[in-house]
Structure formats: structure tokens, C-alpha cells
């Protein structure tokens, strides 16, 4: 990718012809030898893509092995020989890292565990309701809370489901890979025969085959686990004939949010620390200073604002988090700055966006999302999971519980 483009899916291959098979793993093994022929830069590209600049590995999407003490990812991280830094992240700090006085940043660590709290007496009652129900009319940290919902959820609060949030199950240990979260997938990925820039526009589900057609052909199966992201269900990017009305409801409860990253260079010599633009203002990014000591500033911003800046492209986005950061470090951080690489989740025509989010009314949807259907359409993905969803653990355990449903449905 370039520095100011959207993240690039590896698409359009030129194999003319394509044969159905009947064997799909030959056929995607055929894909596979093809894609790797056509695309040898970067075949992958999902939201957990690493790219690497100056050697130095980029998350532009995940980065923190989440609830790591619960985290399959994290012993799997081992045994593939990653180094794991497990140093826990110190996000409150960011406060007087910022300008604001310890006292203050006290009272925003008391009032967002208060927020917490109420969120969760919220969604003990019957009415499943948005997020922002549980603010203290007119208070003080109201609008930091909201951009850290956008961080956390890539979605403001009035969208945000209680009952769903409170599900998410957070120990609060977060860790990182030195070698980046992408390289850890790659590794898991090696030797699958993965069809890379081959979508799937529609499932045909008649028969007693099913019938996936693709960009390339059409593969025949007999079970098939359906692992996009919600939004492309919703949107009917992919098609299922029969039609699955309540697939397509469950997607559009669970709408993709968006967050997104902006990576700079830093020729500086500042301690690792966390930074918050602003606490007063919503549009505002959270910032990352030279993460392991590397001489990196990533930025991370969500909701409407991010939004909003993918719309207006990557020289807005360096603007606006350079006049930031000559805010909170100096106006000769300027010189010291050199924007390098930005995601554009939104605009990522295979990924529509970051992760999913239930709005408020629609916590079950996940479930209703994950079900099977007619024990041969498996689904999986974040929005799948009940209480690790908007993370990679949490589509992954779905991956692995689709593929044992499928399995053991094989030989029933
Ligand atoms: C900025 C950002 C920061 C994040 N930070 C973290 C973090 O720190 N920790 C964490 O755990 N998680 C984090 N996440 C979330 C995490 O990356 C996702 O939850 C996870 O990657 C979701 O996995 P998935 O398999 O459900 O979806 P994806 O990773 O989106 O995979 C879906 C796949 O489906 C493919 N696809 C789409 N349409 C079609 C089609 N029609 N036919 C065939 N294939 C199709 C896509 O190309 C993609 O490969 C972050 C995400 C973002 C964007």
C-alpha cells in the first residue's frame, strides 16, 4: 500500500480461465500457487494486516493480545516462538502525560468506573438501551467518554447497546507482539490453502451441495463456514439463495464502527507513553509514543471523527494529529514528524469498516448471528462472539467452534 491510499485487497487476478471442481481444497490450492504468483508482496489483508516500514512492524489493524490471562491467541503466540511484551498499558496516565492535573485525572478514573457501573445496572433492565442513558447529565468527562467509545467500540455511546457492552468480558491485561499481532495470524495461516482475491458473491443453498460462487468460479461444498464481516452480509455483498431474512436482520443489528490508525515516524528521544489530544473535545485522537522505544508515533481515532477524516484523506489526518501533538509536545515536534502509512477502514471494500457494535435493541443478534442453519451454513467472526467480540481472539474462537460444529455434523 501507499502511504495515503486505502488498504489494499489483493484482487482482480488474472487467471482467465476457471474450472468448478468438485474438490474445493484442490481448487483453492490451485488459487492459492495462483494469488502467490500474482500478488507476492502482501497477499494478506484483513483488519489485522502488519505492514512493515523502515523494518519496524505497524498493526494497522490489531495490536493488544485483549484479556491476554484469557486469551487463546496468547499461548499459541508461544508456542510459534513470538515474544510477547507483557507490560500492562497504562491508559489512564494519558491524562497528566496531557495537561491535566493528577486530581483531575483521579476523578475521571472514579467517573468512568462509575460510567461503567451504571452501563451495567442498564442492562440489567429489560429494555435494551443505548450506552449513553448512563452519563451523568452535563458531566464533566462526558465527552472523553465518548471518544473512548470510539477507541474501544469505533462507535459513540447513543449507539451503543448496554446489554451488549456489558457482555464483553475484559480481565483488563492487555499485551502486545513485538513482531505485530499480523504476523502471528500469517504464521497461523502458513500452508492453508487460502484463495486470496476471491470473493464470494452468493450462496446457493438449494441442494444438497451448496453452491458457492466466487470471482473465479464456483465452488461445490458440503458444509460452508461464512467468516465475513457483518456488514457485508448486511449490505448483501454476499447473496444466500435461499434468502436468510433473519441473517441479514442479526448483520444489520451488528454494524460495523469504524477506528482507524496513523502512523509517524519520530526522530525524538521521548520516554514510551500514552497521550490524549484532548479531554474536551470528541474529535480527538489518542496517541502511542515510541511504542518498545521504536521511533514511531501511532495515533488511533474512531466514530464520526475518523469517519469524517477518511473522507477528507490522509494529508487531513497527518495535519490534524500533527497540530495535536505540537500541542501536547512542543511546536519543534513538527520537524521531527514524518507521516508514513494510515488506515482507511471504511473505505476497504472487503472489510466496510473496523468492528462490530450492537446497537441499542440488539444484543441478542449475536447469537442469532452464529447460529447454523439447517447444520450446514456455519458462521464465524468478531460479530459472532458473545463476549469477545470486536477482537481477534474472539474470531478466532468462533472460527475454530464453526469448523468443530461443521465437522462433527459431517459425521453425525
Ligand atoms: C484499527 C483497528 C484496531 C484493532 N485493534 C484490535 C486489538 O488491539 N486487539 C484485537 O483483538 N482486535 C483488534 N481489532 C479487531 C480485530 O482486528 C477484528 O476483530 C478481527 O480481525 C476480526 O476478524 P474476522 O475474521 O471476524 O474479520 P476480518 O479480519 O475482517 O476477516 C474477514 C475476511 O473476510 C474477507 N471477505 C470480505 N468479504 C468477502 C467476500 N465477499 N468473499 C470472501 N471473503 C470476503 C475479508 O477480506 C477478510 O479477509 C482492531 C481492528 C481495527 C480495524
Same mark, same amino acid.
Given at each position: ?18 474450472? *468448478?471442481?468438485?474438490?474445493?481444497? #484442490? ?35 490489531? *495490536? ?46 472514579? /467517573? ?22 448512563? &452519563? ?32 464483553? *468480558? ?8 513485538? #513482531? ?5 495470524? /500469517?504464521?497461523?495461516?502458513?500452508? &492453508? ?15 444438497? *451441495? +451448496? ?6 468460479? @464456483? ?16 449490505? /448483501? ?38 497521550? +490524549? ?6 474529535? @480527538? ?53 514524518? %507521516? ?9 471494500? !472487503? ?19 452464529? @447460529? %447454523?442453519?439447517?447444520?450446514?451454513? !456455519? ?6 462472539? &458473545? ?19 461443521? &465437522? ?5
Amino acid at each position: 500500500m501507499s502511504e495515503s491510499a486505502p488498504i489494499q485487497h489483493p484482487n482482480g487476478l488474472t487467471s482467465g480461465d476457471f474450472t *468448478e471442481a468438485d474438490e474445493p481444497l #484442490r481448487l483453492f490450492a490451485a488459487w492459492f500457487s495462483d494469488a502467490t504468483r500474482s500478488e507476492p508482496a502482501d497477499p494478506s489483508a484483513m483488519t489485522l494486516a502488519t505492514v512493515d516500514a523502515d523494518g519496524v512492524p505497524m498493526d494497522l489493524g490489531c *495490536e493488544w493480545l485483549h484479556s491476554a490471562d484469557r486469551n487463546v491467541l496468547a499461548p499459541l503466540a508461544e508456542e510459534f516462538g513470538f515474544s510477547i511484551n507483557k507490560q500492562r498499558p497504562d491508559w489512564t496516565t494519558r491524562l497528566r502525560n496531557s495537561g491535566e492535573s493528577e486530581a483531575a485525572e483521579a476523578d475521571w478514573a472514579a /467517573e468512568r468506573d462509575a460510567f461503567y457501573w451504571a452501563v451495567h445496572r442498564l442492562a440489567e433492565q429489560p429494555e435494551d438501551a443505548p450506552c449513553s442513558a448512563a &452519563l451523568v447529565p452535563g458531566g464533566r468527562w462526558n465527552t472523553l467518554l465518548n471518544a473512548t467509545s470510539t477507541w474501544a467500540n469505533a462507535v459513540e455511546l447513543d449507539r451503543l447497546s448496554a446489554k451488549d457492552n456489558d457482555r464483553y *468480558e475484559d480481565t483488563g491485561v492487555n499485551w502486545r507482539l513485538h #513482531r505485530g499481532y499480523g504476523r502471528l495470524f /500469517e504464521a497461523l495461516a502458513e500452508g &492453508l490453502p487460502i484463495a486470496y482475491g476471491t470473493a464470494a458473491t452468493h450462496i446457493d443453498h438449494h441442494g444438497a *451441495e +451448496i453452491a458457492i460462487e466466487t470471482g473465479r468460479g @464456483t465452488v461445490r461444498a458440503a458444509r460452508v463456514i461464512v467468516a465475513v464481516p457483518s456488514a457485508i452480509i448486511a449490505e /448483501e455483498r454476499l447473496v444466500f439463495d435461499p434468502p436468510l431474512p433473519d441473517k441479514l436482520a442479526a448483520a444489520a443489528g451488528l454494524p460495523l464502527g469504524l477506528a482507524d490508525k496513523l502512523f509517524f515516524h519520530f526522530d525524538g528521544d521521548a520516554p514510551e507513553r500514552f497521550l +490524549i489530544g484532548s479531554t474536551r473535545r470528541h474529535e @480527538t485522537m489518542t496517541y502511542q509514543v515510541r511504542p518498545f522505544g521504536r521511533p514511531r508515533i501511532n495515533c488511533f481515532f474512531g466514530g464520526r471523527f475518523a469517519a469524517s477524516l477518511e473522507r477528507e484523506g490522509f494529508d487531513a489526518m497527518a495535519a490534524f494529529a500533527t497540530d495535536e501533538l505540537a500541542g501536547l509536545l512542543g511546536g519543534d515536534v513538527r520537524q521531527r514528524l514524518k %507521516p508514513l502509512a494510515a488506515s482507511f477502514w471504511r473505505q476497504d471494500e !472487503f472489510a466496510r469498516g473496523s468492528y462490530s457494535y450492537a446497537l441499542p435493541g440488539h444484543a441478542d443478534d449475536r447469537g442469532k448471528l452464529a @447460529t %447454523p442453519v439447517d447444520g450446514r451454513l !456455519f458462521f464465524a467472526g468478531e460479530a459472532c462472539s &458473545l463476549h469477545f467480540f470486536s477482537t481477534a481472539h474472539g474470531a478466532y474462537e468462533t472460527g475454530t467452534a464453526a469448523a468443530e460444529a461443521a &465437522l462433527a455434523s459431517l459425521l453425525r
